[in-house]
């Protein structure tokens, strides 16, 4: 089972995040299972990213390698990153699911 990872950072400019975000995709490891990103309704400079990886290694090894090149693009330098990883839980099924 894998892991999940939220990040929430902010504010950004959405215009250089979203560039960023297109040469990041260029550097997928195979243990970056699935991403999604979304902004604020309140505010839409700030920003929640969630990730699943193979492993909580996995995500640490990726981000360590690419996260100052993605920040310089990003424009996110000197911003705090909240960063949590969350493994499953056995909680029933959803219905219909």
């Known amino acids: 089972m894998g892991v999940l990872v939220t990040l929430r950072v902010g504010p950004v400019d959405w215009a250089r995040f979203r560039e960023a975000l297109s040469w990041l995709y260029t550097q997928r490891p195979p243990e970056w299972l699935s991403h999604r990103v979304y902004r604020s309704e ?4 700030m920003v929640l990213v969630i990730d699943e990886f193979t492993s909580h290694g996995a995500f640490h090894e990726f981000a360590a390698r690419v996260r100052p090149e993605f920040n310089r693009r990003a424009g996110t330098e000197g911003l705090v990153w909240q960063e949590e ?13």
């Open 42 to 45: 309140a505010d839409p400079r």
């Open 85 to 97: 990883v969350w493994t499953a839980a056995d909680a029933p099924p959803f219905p219909g699911a």
